[in-house]
């Protein structure tokens, strides 16, 4: 299945089809292949991300072709995502790099600046045929910084997002709970895609509820890298460096594979190509 240039394809499909995409954060090609052979092996659509500190280890161009180069040996779709992109440098240094999808975070500014930046990327990442996601609060507030469904309209319409990422009780390498009433009022103003970040905590009973309103991406960063360093950690069991790698891969493979399978992932593989050809 050839990589996905174009994020809002498949996040449509998702929206419309009623599954959550979960979004693996990565930084390495253990990271990566395992996240993509859990896909290939579920039949499951799939977001690899980088975050601005995995850029730091990986530059874009060089991440987005390793990611091309691995979804052209599989049959399902790939997209590859900017997380929490912190300027519009960034966004559109990912986007040059041929990145299907950018996330703007704008935690620490004032509503009408993140509108008016989320409008600015927008424009071009659309113009390039890419999704954008955009976020007005923080993910780590200790649950007490929730979106407004007001203020997530107007990064629709006004910011022109594809995607809005929503504070809604979930947190950063944390066990949480939705508060599924404020997500239920959140979709029925904006109706449109919903993200929610923390996703390695939440339970697959809420994301079950989550998909009914909308939710078609989930981040997971905590649980890979959890299982990343606790096999380094037991490194000493194993003969080679290469044996390391291989223990890694196995292990986050199954962590990717729970997670698509949680959020009904599996098996819209095919689903998304016939839709496609629509």
């Excluded at 050839?2 to 995409?21: N, S």
């Excluded at 990565?26 to 859990?38: D, F, G, P, Q, T």
């Excluded at 780590?140 to 319409?157: F, H, I, Q, V, W």
């Excluded at 009433?181 to 929610?196: F, H, K, N, R």
Aim: with cysteine; proline share 4%.
């Amino acid at each position: 299945m050839p990589y996905v240039e174009d994020g809002r394809t498949l996040i449509q499909h998702a929206f419309e089809q009623g599954y959550t995409l979960p979004a693996f954060n990565i930084c390495s090609v253990e990271m990566l292949r395992a996240c993509i052979e859990a896909a290939a092996e579920l039949d499951a659509p799939v977001i690899v991300q980088t975050y601005p500190a995995d850029i730091a280890q990986v530059p874009p161009k060089h991440m987005a072709a390793l990611v091309k180069s691995f979804a052209q040996d599989v049959p399902v779709p790939v997209l590859l995502h900017l997380d929490h992109g912190p300027s519009f440098e960034m966004a559109m240094q990912c986007l040059r790099a041929g990145y299907g999808s950018v996330m703007i975070d704008g935690a620490e500014q004032p509503l009408a600046e993140v509108v008016k930046l989320a409008k600015k990327v927008s424009e071009i990442a659309h113009a390039q045929a890419a999704s954008v996601e955009v976020a007005a609060e923080s993910f780590n507030a200790g649950m007490s910084e929730y979106s407004t469904p007001e203020d997530c309209l107007r990064l629709k319409t006004e910011g022109e997002a594809d995607m809005i990422a929503v504070s809604i009780g979930s947190e950063h390498g944390q066990s949480s709970m939705l508060k599924i009433d404020l997500l239920a009022d959140i979709a029925s103003t904006v109706q449109a895609p919903l993200v929610v970040h923390g996703g390695s905590g939440i339970s697959a009973s809420d994301y079950a509820q989550a998909r009914q309103y909308g939710v078609v991406k989930a981040n997971i960063g905590s649980a890979l890298y959890r299982t990343l360093r606790n096999t380094w950690e037991d490194s000493a069991r194993y003969g080679s460096h290469r044996e390391v790698y291989a223990a890694a891969r196995a292990a986050l493979k199954e962590v990717a594979k729970e997670k698509l399978q949680i959020m009904g992932a599996n098996g819209q593989a095919r689903s998304y190509i016939l839709w496609q050809g629509e």
